[in-house]
T-cell receptor
Framework: GAVVSQHPSRVICKSGTSVKIECRSL??????MFWYRQFPKQSLMLMAT?????????EQGVEKDKFLINHASLTLSTLTVTSAHPEDSSFYIC???????????FGPGTRLTVL | DAKTTQPPSMDCAEGRAANLPCNHS???????VYWYRQIHSQGPQYIIH???NNETNEMASLIITEDRKSSTLILPHATLRDTAVYYC?????????????FGKGITLSVRP
């Protein structure tokens, strides 16, 4: 299957700071990328969908000004958690899909801990 | 709002076949059945998907009933590394239906 990478794999930050997470599709061009969040012992929750060159579409209840998504190229999307608070501590997972294929491939996830 | 229901957990012996059931009684004609799995603290891994015909790949087989209201994922020879949460997901091809919406999945424990 196609490879999706995320960086960093783990980050610890202080409350009030901003954190940027990168998601890259390594061997294909991702026309659509997705960001999910997963709290302990819970399932993945879709946060937003982004198409290259367009503004992201956020799911209900997800603050677009807090979770900034940029999908500037066909191989890179970034999620910035602004003014992070302890309740933002979670496992953030990106996913990528390209036109003409039904499979959607996931990155390894980024563990965010806000102190 | 997941469109599938799965038992919360099951186990099987190493080397035996693991048959994971999924109900999707409200599936529409243009919606596919997808299976992913998530090993602890990792991102989900694509396993297989199908529309109405049975499918097989190097990882698993997917058996979809004729009325498409249920399916079974078969891991022919389960190993300890197959211990994971398995998600059965119904997904369309366009618009809001094309999003992968995860339910609670089924936790498969493979015992030695």
């Amino acid at each position: 299957g196609a490879v999706v990478s995320q960086h960093p794999s783990r980050v610890i930050c202080k409350s009030g700071t901003s954190v940027k997470i990168e998601c890259r599709s390594l061997d294909f061009q991702a026309t659509t990328m997705f960001w999910y969040r997963q709290f302990p012992k819970q399932s993945l929750m879709l946060m937003a969908t982004s198409n290259e060159g367009s503004k992201a579409t956020y799911e209900q209840g997800v603050e677009k000004d807090k979770f900034l998504i940029n999908h500037a190229s066909l191989t890179l999307s970034t999620l910035t958690v602004t003014s992070a608070h302890p309740e933002d501590s979670s496992f953030y997972i990106c996913s990528a899909r390209w036109g003409g294929r039904n499979e959607q491939f996931f990155g390894p996830g980024t563990r965010l801990t806000v102190l | 709002d997941a469109k599938t229901t799965q038992p919360p957990s099951m186990d099987c012996a190493e080397g035996r076949a693991a048959n994971l059931p999924c109900n999707h009684s409200t599936i529409s004609g243009n919606e596919y059945v997808y299976w992913y799995r998530q090993i602890h603290s990792q991102g989900p891994q694509y396993i297989i998907h199908g529309l109405k015909n049975n499918e097989t790949n190097e990882m698993a087989s997917l058996i979809i009933t004729e009325d498409r209201k249920s399916s079974t994922l078969i891991l022919p020879h389960a190993t300890l590394r197959d211990t994971a949460v398995y998600y059965c997901i119904v997904r369309g091809n366009t618009g809001a239906n094309s999003k992968l919406t995860f339910g609670k999945g089924i936790t498969l424990s493979v015992r030695p």
